[in-house]
């Protein structure tokens, strides 16, 4: 593939960008997790948790860099309803 570049070849500015994004999806993953662990025992018993903390660890990391902001945005809605769920509880 003649047309194709090498990630040796990248600048380090576009490595250092995709770093960023990179520390900025963690970031952002880890302040769900740490929403879903304040859920408590009742929301823990729902079965939506363990569907949330499946998209957050086994999802995430299988997905590829761009696809992870579809994952986190997914397990933000759903920890949204656990949170509305289990306050009504």
Same mark, same amino acid.
């Given at each position: 593939?003649?047309?194709?570049?090498?990630?040796?070849?990248?600048?380090?500015?576009?490595?250092?960008?995709?770093?960023?994004?990179?520390?900025?999806?963690? !970031?952002?993953?880890?302040?769900?997790? !740490?929403?879903?662990?304040?859920?408590?025992?009742?929301?823990?018993?729902?079965?939506?948790?363990?569907?949330?903390?499946?998209?957050?660890?086994?999802?995430?990391?299988?997905?590829?860099?761009?696809?992870?902001?579809?994952?986190?945005? !997914?397990?933000?809605?759903?920890?949204?309803?656990?949170?509305?769920?289990?306050?009504?509880?």
């Amino acid at each position: 593939m003649p047309h194709r570049r090498s990630r040796a070849n990248a600048s380090p500015l576009l490595r250092g960008r995709f770093r960023q994004r990179y520390d900025e999806i963690e !970031a952002k993953r880890a302040e769900l997790v !740490a929403r879903l662990r304040r859920l408590g025992t009742n929301g823990k018993q729902h079965p939506g948790y363990k569907r949330a903390l499946r998209l957050l660890n086994n999802t995430f990391r299988k997905s590829k860099l761009p696809q992870r902001l579809a994952v986190l945005q !997914a397990a933000a809605w759903l920890i949204d309803v656990l949170e509305q769920t289990t306050m009504m509880l």
